[in-house]
């Protein structure tokens, strides 16, 4: 779904190489190269290729891998390709596969798999983090490939030299390195090789693991999917789009910028590529939605929620340009759907920041609601250029706060509830 994403910083499996799934070489023509998160190749020699389904193929890797029953739900089978070329096959995380079944999961090799997805989404900034975050993740990312830290080892000087294999690429630029990702967010952080040493030393140890340094991994890795969880488009599908600027200067100039459309089962979240931070995040009950196709005009998905211009209550729509608008649409309908029968009354947290317990976790493990001031993972309605609703195409008009004056018919029906204005930045307090 999202091998159509321009990826700025460090690129992902889907962008180091224009790659095929089917063998040109090789003794069968049916040789099937299937790509795991890390990069590594699982090669299948399959026969009567044309008539394998999905199912049987899935079935085949996991065989391959030794994995469990549960690796059917927490994996999928994705066909990715950078530029819309020949795909290649991953076997990457299932969108539709819920946190909380995630936090049960023991299987070594599963975590292993589920931590390299994450790391690798993170260190590419798909999932924008901000740099305390960054540091914390870096840090058990040194714990898994450095082994328990030692004073003293690895020094700050050591760790410089391959700082990208642990923390985003924009944070690693040489001269400005974390500074420049600071620069006017309020956050308070050392440079970026002493930040993720500290935090490194910080890295709990289990309480009597005293075995091999590959038995006492898994901790590590579900120490790692828990902190990614608290950041709310975590499993996501990620989609290629742009939104217009909103105009600027004296000359009133806009145009657009690139941006990517996280889906998941929670909510739909606006990431802006360049600067790597959250231009709107929803849940499904704060939106309506509906998309155009280039039949109709250009293609588009349409994001409609509350807002209010100059203190007035208003219906706001962000337009989001791109080809795979309908796919998107219908993603988010299926994500609706799944969600209303899997767990019609449970509580879903807030895509703009703070998130509810996973499953069965008890009350006094809940993970922190990230509401920081200046944080990347908060929506910025003020960089939006958005639409405040448009009554019958004529002309722009103010409306009272319910969304059953909606633009759109497409939206997650909860009965009669209060109006509730989607907060920027700016109104967050620090948490």
Not at 85 to 100: A, G, I, M
Not at 283 to 312: K, V
Request: some cysteine; proline content about 6%.
């Amino acid at each position: 779904m999202d091998g159509t994403e321009d990826n700025a910083g460090q690129p992902g499996p889907a962008d180091r190489s224009h790659r095929s799934s089917v063998s040109s070489v090789g003794a069968r023509a049916a040789d099937v190269l299937v790509y795991l998160a890390d990069d590594t190749v699982v090669p299948l020699a399959m026969e009567n290729l044309p008539s394998l389904t999905a199912h049987e193929l899935h079935q085949t890797v996991r065989e391959v891998l030794q994995l469990p029953d549960v690796a059917l739900d927490a994996f999928a089978l994705w066909l990715v390709s950078p530029l819309l070329d020949e795909p290649s096959l991953q076997f990457r995380r299932n969108v539709f596969f819920p946190k909380r079944r995630e936090l049960q999961i023991h299987d070594k090799e599963v975590l292993r798999l589920l931590y390299e997805e994450a790391k690798s989404n993170v260190l590419a900034a798909r999932y924008p983090c901000d740099v305390e975050d960054c540091e914390a993740l870096g840090a058990l990312v040194c714990r898994v490939q450095l082994g328990p830290y030692q004073p003293g080892q690895p020094t700050a000087c050591a760790l410089r030299e391959k700082l990208d294999s642990f923390l985003p690429a924009h944070l690693c630029k040489r001269g400005h390195g974390l500074f420049a990702a600071l620069r006017g967010r309020g956050t308070k952080a050392g440079t970026g090789e002493q930040g993720l040493l500290n935090a490194y030393s910080r890295v709990k140890e289990v309480a009597g693991s005293e075995s091999e340094h590959e038995a006492s991994l898994s901790p590590h890795y579900r120490a790692y999917l828990l902190k990614c969880h608290e950041l709310p488009f975590y499993g996501s599908a990620f989609f290629h789009g742009e939104i217009d600027k909103p105009a600027q200067g004296f000359l009133h100039r806009g145009g657009q910028k690139p941006v990517s459309v996280a889906i998941s089962l929670e909510g739909v979240h606006v990431i802006d590529s360049r600067e790597k931070h959250v231009l709107l995040g929803l849940r499904f009950q704060e939106l309506s939605w509906d998309h155009t196709s280039p039949e109709e005009e250009e293609s588009a998905l349409w994001l409609e929620f509350d807002g209010d211009s100059e203190g007035t209550p208003v219906n706001k729509l962000l337009k989001v340009y791109s080809k795979q608008a309908e796919l998107m649409s219908s993603l988010i309908e299926y994500c609706i759907e799944l969600s209303q029968a899997s767990e019609p009354a449970a509580p879903q947290e807030s895509a703009a920041g703070a998130a509810s317990a996973p499953g069965n976790s008890p009350p006094a493990t809940q993970r922190p609601q990230l509401r920081r001031q200046g944080s990347v993972v908060c929506s910025r309605i003020q960089h939006l250029s958005t639409i405040d609703y448009v009554e019958e195409g004529e002309q722009i008009k103010r409306v009272k706060p319910k969304r059953s004056t909606s633009f759109f018919s497409r939206q997650l029906s909860l009965g009669q509830g209060s109006y509730t204005v989607v907060q920027p930045t700016e109104s967050l307090e620090q948490g």
